[in-house]
């Protein structure tokens, strides 16, 4: 279904202007526009499928590195603000120095992002995303915090789920393909570590990336990249 409908409305432009003999260049324009959009999101879509393809048949990685998340987090904050554009979110990023993890920088790259175009996608306007990078009980947590709808309790156990989503007109409308929190999911399972999620309606929500101690490395627990 998620495949068949861009498909259907691309395919239905092309086969009307495969029927105008003359045809305005603004109308042209207008359905080029929508053309570009469908293809566009029928490629994100089978992007995060393979991402998530990759994700559950790959085998255990046998040899981890180590990944400079401050630094990591700094370029995806980077993005963020281009992602923002006009909506103009107040953007933050309290990052631990010299706090690293053990991993694939790849797979975290894929789930942070997520996460962080997840919470510009749903934060109105002038709202704020705060992200922070800190040890915790030993090990560490990355949170995406933002000032967003909320989402409501009965919805939050199912978040993870494949094209589940709270309001699908409006994930659509913003570009989702509701797959970015099962991709989170298993990249966290690569790693060890589980996602939390606290939200309430109207006061916004917090994605909290927990990693255990063994794959954390910093000034006062260093360790070598081992097996992962």
């Given amino acids: 279904h998620e495949l068949r409908t861009p498909l259907t409305v691309l395919g239905g432009y092309i086969e009307t202007l495969r029927h105008i003999e003359k045809i305005r260049p603004e109308e042209l324009r207008k359905h080029l526009t929508v053309m570009h959009e469908q293809s566009a ?15 559950e048949t790959s085998p255990p990685r046998t040899q981890d590195e180590t990944v400079d998340v401050p630094a990591l987090l700094a370029g995806l904050k980077e993005q963020a603000e281009i992602l923002s554009g006009e909506s103009r979110h107040v953007i933050t990023l309290e990052a631990e120095p010299g706090l690293k993890l053990l991993g694939s920088r790849e797979e975290l790259t894929s789930a942070f992002l997520n996460l962080i175009n997840n919470a510009i996608r749903y934060t109105p306007a002038g709202g704020t995303v705060r992200l922070t990078w800190h040890t915790r009980n030993g090990g560490a947590e990355f949170i995406v915090a933002d000032s967003g709808e909320g989402i409501a309790p009965e919805h939050i156990p199912h978040l993870t789920e494949r094209f589940y989503r709270v309001d699908t007109g409006r994930s659509r409308a913003s570009g989702g393909t509701g797959l970015g929190l099962s991709i989170v999911k298993h ?14 309606l109207g006061r916004g929500s917090n994605f909290i990336c927990i990693f255990p101690p063994s794959r954390t490395q910093n000034a006062r627990n260093p360790r070598s990249a081992g097996t992962g």
Avoid: F, G, N
């Fill in 41 to 55: 999101r029928m490629q994100r879509l089978v992007d995060d499928l393979l991402t998530l393809s990759k994700l």
């Fill in 187 to 200: 990249v966290l399972l690569r790693h060890d570590a589980h996602l939390d999620i606290e939200s309430e």
